[in-house]
């Protein structure tokens, strides 16, 4: 009998490839079934000391989401107390993804204070609780003195994320704690880090991390009492420009968000692309401060390998999809010939100042480079929805003189439909927002707000089959606001007979 239940198997004796594959579904199952808690809750009012004797309808409500860090820590609580081996797994699932954000809220009462009694003698009341001020880089410091104090755990976390933390001394430890994480595949940085930074700390992160694949900018607009209470406000180390910074293991750059102090510019993506030649992802969204010169050096230096790009800058003035004017000094790329020489690009969403039909196509002089990239034949890869956008104000590569209402500009935006037209397949679907109009060339549809074009023809221009569309302002993102009544679908031949008689503009 005992040696039976010697022989007996347990779950240690299993290969650990198959513990590790149990623990994993466990901790999930745990987060997604609902045994953790996922929200914050909240009072809707709360009921005070002296007022008791009142009767009030307390009302239970979400406040929030539960951070996805604090959701794998609870997660994991049970399997951190069965033994020190599942206690060691336990703790690389829970720091493989490390968030450190500013604490934001308000100050809060002492509780040491809520044993005292009243000075009164009666019941405390919340007027004579002292306020406690609320260190909100608090977790900063104590993630910092973690990783100091427990160096076995810096080799867990594969992903950093840090948010709202933009000033210089808190920047610099920000840097402590990535010289840590010499295993980290993902950082999220804010874009004070590019000017923060060091020569130092940035050649240590472009080549000593070397699973470093993913390299993210997260803007925002600083408050005037942070500029004014910051004295290293302008400091600017310019490590971009160290020829030791070397990109060239990034597979994955993102840049989003705007700042009105020492934002991104195109120079800062003109140095990344010296040596960032391996990029496969490009996302630079909601900013305001990146132009298409800063894209097309990118995409450029990383042609044979981009297979996602996604442009998509962001004017405040007009709260819309805009594109500024190209930054001087910059040299000039024609964008639409680039985008077509990635032979590797999938996915596209791009807002260009400027439109040919060569977005859709190669120009013939292109191609004997073409067959130089073991291409035998030219064909897009584009599939799913293809998203380019020509702003307000933006102009075509053939005539940028002339109005895109001109009869020479009509013509061109025929040829790049017709050129839509022919790679449109059940995998792909291109979508063209001119102006103030989203284009889909595969229906010959045109959708827009062309009431008071109507007005103006007075009964002489009525498209045929018009109908209602559910797209809005922002391409295919579906109704904005109220504009779900005012947008209509017409045909694409009524909309340019509309344009040859002035009744129909690109613009507003």
């Known amino acids: 009998m005992t040696d039976r239940c010697e022989r007996r198997a347990t779950i240690q004796s299993l290969p650990w490839e198959i513990i590790t594959s149990i623990l994993t579904i466990a901790a999930d199952t745990n987060i997604t079934e609902g045994y953790t808690r996922s929200y914050t809750y909240g009072l809707s009012q709360v009921t005070r000391t002296l007022q008791l004797h009142h009767k009030l309808q307390v009302q239970k409500h979400i406040t929030g989401r539960v951070p996805s860090d604090t959701l794998r820590w609870n997660a994991t609580d049970a399997i951190r107390r069965t033994c020190s081996t599942w206690h060691e797994w336990a703790m690389g699932y829970n720091l493989k993804e490390l968030y450190v954000r500013r604490w934001r809220g308000g100050e809060s009462w002492d509780p040491k204070f809520l044993a005292l009694p009243s000075p009164s003698g009666g019941l405390l009341t919340s007027d004579i609780f002292p306020v406690v001020y609320q260190d909100p880089y608090r977790i900063l410091r104590s993630t910092v003195a973690l990783l100091q104090e427990c160096p076995e755990l810096n080799s867990h976390v594969r992903r950093l994320w840090f948010s709202g933390i933009y000033q210089f001394t808190n920047v610099t430890r920000i840097f402590e704690i990535i010289s840590r994480c010499d295993n980290v595949r993902s950082l999220t940085l804010p874009w004070s880090a590019l000017r923060y ?21 997260l803007g925002a607009d600083l408050k005037k009492s942070q500029i004014s209470g910051d004295v290293n406000i302008e400091v600017n180390y310019k490590a971009l420009e160290d020829v030791r910074v070397n990109f060239s293991k990034l597979r994955r750059l993102k840049i989003h968000g705007s700042s009105n102090v020492q934002p991104i510019m195109d120079a800062d993506l003109w140095e990344i692309a010296r040596t960032a030649t391996s990029l496969e992802e490009i996302h630079i969204t909601g900013t305001s401060s990146v132009t298409i010169e800063g894209v097309t050096a990118l995409v450029s230096s990383s042609h044979k390998s981009v297979k996602v790009l996604n442009y998509a800058p962001l004017d405040r003035e007009t709260a819309g999809f805009t594109h500024l004017n190209p930054s001087p000094g910059m040299p000039k790329i024609h964008f639409c010939d680039i985008i077509t020489f990635c032979p590797n690009l999938t996915d596209v969403n791009v ?13 013939p002089q292109y191609s004997e480079d073409i067959m130089a990239l073991d291409t035998p034949q030219w064909v897009l890869k584009w599939h799913g929805n293809a998203t380019i956008r020509l702003p307000y104000g933006g102009h075509t590569c053939v005539h940028p003189e002339l109005s895109l209402e001109h009869p020479d500009n009509r013509i061109v935006l025929q040829s790049i439909f017709g050129a839509a037209r022919k790679l449109q397949q059940k995998s792909l679907s291109i979508e063209l927002v001119i102006g103030n109009y989203t284009f889909n060339p595969a229906t010959f549809s045109v959708s827009g707000d062309f009431r008071e074009s109507k007005k103006l023809a007075e009964g002489m221009w009525e498209p045929e089959g018009e109908k209602e569309s559910r797209r809005g302002p922002w391409g295919s993102s579906g109704v904005w606001e109220d504009m779900g009544n005012r947008w209509t679908e017409i045909g694409e031949e009524d909309f340019f007979d509309g344009v040859r008689c002035g009744l129909v503009r690109f613009e507003y």
């Open 197 to 217: 930074g060091t020569v130092e700390d940035w050649v240590y992160i472009a080549n000593n991390l070397p699973r470093l694949t993913s390299l993210e900018f």
């Open 351 to 363: 807002t260009v100042p400027h439109i040919c039909e060569h977005i859709l196509c190669p120009p």
